[in-house]
C-alpha cells in the first residue's frame, strides 16, 4: 500500500493531506466522561479528516468502547465538545446521530438475530426509505417503489462482501465472520459519514483479516467516507490506518503514524510494560 | 347441529380475545411490559361508541371510528406519561404503574358514567343468519367479528412483515440498543405499537359489548385478562400465537359453558392454561429466551 502523507492542522492532530482543504468529519475537543469518580476518557483530542481511516488502540479497558459510546451518544460527555462534519452534536439523540452521519459496528456482535440478513440490512435503510406506514398498508405506489429501491440498494450493499446469496437467511444462523459482516454493511446502510468499528477483526483467521483489510479499504474508496476503529490485531491496524490515537486509562499517550506510533516508547511502555523488567505483561 | 353452534360462537368470542390479546403481545415484545391498562382502554372504547351512537346519534361505523381515534389517543398518552418515564426501571415497577393505570382508568369511568350498566345497542344489528332450515342460527355480530379479527391479523401481519415500521419494531423487539445506532427512534417506534394495539382493543370493546351488551367501569377487566391469559397461552410476544391463543381460549370457554358447567367454565379456561404452561412453558408459539450467563 502507499504509504498516506499525514500533515499537521491547527487543532495539533494529522489528517491525510488529501483532506486537508474540507472540514474534518470529526474533531473532538477536551472530550471527557466520568463514572463516579473515575476519569473514564478525559481530555480526548482527535481531528480525522473526512476519507480517512483511523486507528483506536490501546490496552484493555483503556477507555476505547466508551469513545465510541461518547462519539453515538449512548452516554452523554461530561465535558467537552465532538463537531461531526462541524456541527456540534450536542444533545442529539443516538437516532439522530445515526442520520447525521455516524454508524456503527459492535465489539460483540448485536445483529438482530430474528430477522433475515436482508431484513437486517433495510433496518439500516430505515430513514432513507421513506413512506408511511398508511402508504404501507394500503400498498400504495410508493411503497413498492421505495420497497424495491430498499431491496435492490440492500443487495448491493450485501454485494460488497458476496453476500446476496445469504439474503434470505435468518441473521442468526450464519457463520461468525458473516455475522461480522452483516454488520458493517447494515451501518453502511444507514448511509454514514463517518464508519465506527469496534474490533473489526475479533475472532477473525489470518486470512479472513487480510481480506477485512482490503474490504475496509475498498469501502473507504468507493463510498469516500471517513473509518475509525478499534482493534487489538495489530497487522490490521498498521497495515490500513493512516493516523493512530494510542489510548490508556483514559488518556491519549500518543498519536501519529503507523510508523511513529510503532516506534514511540511510550506506547511500547503501555503495551509491554517498562523496559528492562523481567516479564511482560502485555495485555489483549 | 348444537355443537356446529357452539363452536362458531367460541369463534367468535376467541375472535375478541385475539383481538385484545394483540394488544397484549405486542406491547411485550416491544417494549418488554405487560400493559394491564389494555383491558380499562377496551371500556373507554365501548364508552366512546355508546355516547357517540345514542347520545349524539351518530352512525354506528362513525362511532367506531371515534372510539379508535381516541383510545389511540389515550393509549400514546399512557405510554407517555406513565410508561415512558419508567423505561430503565426494573420491571415491577412498570408493572405496578399498569395495575396502578387501570384502576385509574376504571374509577374515572366511574367518576364520569356511574357505575350503573348500560345497555349498549350491538353496531352491527340484531338480525341472524339461519342455515339448514333455521336448525342454526349465527348472528351478524358473531360473523363480522370473526370476518373482522382475521382481516386484523392479516393486516398486522402484512405490517409487520413488509414494511419499514414493521422491521423498526422487529428490531427494538430484539436489541433497542443496535436499533437506535441503526438510526431508528425507539420511542417513536413504542409509541407507535401502543397506537395500534389501543385503537384495536377499541375495536375490540364494541364488538365486545355487541355480543354482551352489559356496558360497566369494570367491562374490561375480565376480558382483559383472559386476553392476557390467551397472549400467554399462544406464546406472549408472537402475533399468531395471540391469535391462537384467543381463538382456542374462546372455544374452550364456549365447550366449558355448553357441555360442563356455565360457573365452572372460566375455572376450566384458566385449568387449561397451567397445563399448557406446565407442558410448554414458553406457551404455543413461543420462543424459547436463552439468557446468557
Known amino acids: 500500500m502507499t504509504k498516506t502523507n499525514m500533515v499537521p492542522v491547527p487543532s495539533l492532530g494529522i489528517i491525510p493531506e488529501r483532506d486537508v482543504n474540507r472540514m474534518p468529519i470529526l474533531d473532538i475537543h477536551h ?143 450464519l457463520p461468525y465472520g458473516a455475522q461480522r459482516r452483516l454488520e458493517i454493511v447494515r451501518a453502511l446502510a444507514t448511509n454514514p459519514k463517518l464508519l465506527l468499528l469496534d474490533e473489526p477483526a475479533a475472532g477473525m483467521n489470518p486470512s479472513e483479516t487480510a481480506e477485512l483489510m482490503q474490504n475496509i479499504r475498498k469501502i473507504r474508496d468507493d463510498f469516500q467516507i471517513a473509518i475509525m476503529l478499534i482493534e487489538h490485531d495489530m497487522n490490521l491496524v498498521m497495515g490500513i490506518c493512516e493516523g493512530i490515537a494510542v489510548l490508556n486509562y483514559g488518556k491519549i499517550i500518543a498519536k501519529g503514524t503507523p510508523d511513529q506510533i510503532k516506534a514511540d516508547p511510550v506506547v511500547i511502555e503501555a503495551y509491554l510494560g517498562r523496559q528492562g523488567e523481567e516479564s511482560l505483561h502485555a495485555e489483549g | 347441529m348444537s355443537f356446529l353452534s357452539y363452536l362458531i360462537n367460541g369463534i367468535s368470542l376467541g375472535s375478541i380475545y385475539a383481538i385484545i390479546a394483540l394488544g397484549y403481545t405486542m406491547v411485550y415484545g416491544i417494549a418488554k411490559m405487560l400493559n394491564f391498562a389494555h383491558g380499562d382502554v377496551i371500556m373507554v372504547g365501548a364508552y366512546v361508541c355508546f355516547f357517540a351512537v345514542t347520545r349524539f346519534s351518530l352512525p354506528p361505523v362513525v362511532g367506531v371510528l371515534l372510539a379508535m381515534v381516541v383510545c389511540t389517543l389515550l393509549g ?91 422491521k423498526a419494531m422487529r ?101 387449561v392454561l397451567i397445563l399448557v404452561l406446565v407442558i410448554k412453558p414458553t406457551g404455543l408459539l413461543g420462543h424459547e429466551i436463552h439468557e446468557k450467563v
Open chain 2, 171 to 271: 428490531a427494538c423487539s430484539e436489541d433497542k440498543g443496535a436499533a437506535m445506532l441503526m438510526g431508528i427512534n425507539v420511542n417513536t417506534t413504542i409509541s407507535f405499537t401502543f397506537a395500534i394495539g389501543s385503537a384495536l382493543a377499541a375495536i375490540a370493546g364494541v364488538l365486545l359489548c355487541s355480543a354482551y351488551p352489559t356496558l360497566m367501569p369494570t367491562t374490561g377487566s375480565l376480558p382483559g385478562i383472559k386476553a392476557f391469559t390467551a397472549a400467554v397461552f399462544g406464546g406472549i410476544g408472537s402475533i399468531p400465537g395471540a391469535f391462537l391463543g384467543g381463538i382456542l381460549l374462546g372455544v374452550i370457554e364456549i365447550f366449558a359453558k355448553a357441555y360442563i358447567s356455565t360457573q365452572l367454565s372460566d375455572a376450566i379456561v384458566f385449568a
Open chain 2, 76 to 166: 400514546m398518552l399512557i405510554e407517555r406519561l406513565a410508561y415512558k418515564p419508567l423505561r430503565s426501571a426494573p420491571s415491577l415497577a412498570v408493572l405496578i404503574t399498569a395495575i396502578g393505570m387501570s384502576y385509574f382508568l376504571q374509577n374515572s369511568a366511574q367518576l364520569l358514567w356511574t357505575s350503573n350498566p348500560k345497555v349498549f345497542s350491538s353496531v352491527v344489528g340484531n338480525g341472524a343468519l339461519k342455515l339448514f332450515d333455521g336448525q342454526l342460527s349465527i348472528s351478524y355480530v358473531t360473523i363480522v367479528t370473526i370476518i373482522i379479527c382475521f382481516a386484523i391479523i392479516a393486516l398486522l401481519l402484512f405490517i409487520v412483515q413488509n414494511t419499514k415500521m414493521g
Open chain 1, 31 to 173: 472530550l471527557g466522561i466520568d463514572f463516579g469518580g473515575l476519569h473514564a476518557v478525559e481530555d480526548f483530542n482527535l481531528v480525522i479528516g473526512r476519507t480517512e481511516i483511523a486507528g483506536l488502540i490501546g490496552p484493555n479497558g483503556a477507555g476505547k468502547t466508551t469513545v465510541f459510546n461518547l462519539l453515538t451518544n449512548v452516554y452523554t460527555p461530561s465535558r467537552g465538545v465532538i463537531l461531526l462534519d462541524g456541527v456540534d452534536i450536542r444533545g442529539k439523540k443516538t437516532w439522530q446521530l445515526n442520520e447525521m452521519g455516524i454508524a456503527r459496528t459492535f465489539q460483540n456482535i448485536r445483529l438482530f438475530n430474528k430477522l433475515t440478513v436482508e431484513d437486517n440490512v433495510k433496518v439500516g435503510l430505515h430513514n432513507i426509505c421513506r413512506y408511511s406506514t398508511l402508504e404501507g398498508v394500503l400498498r400504495l405506489p410508493r411503497y413498492w417503489k421505495m420497497e424495491k429501491e430498499a431491496h435492490e440498494k440492500a443487495m448491493e450493499l450485501l454485494s460488497i462482501f458476496d453476500m446476496q446469496h445469504m439474503a434470505n437467511y435468518v441473521a442468526g444462523s
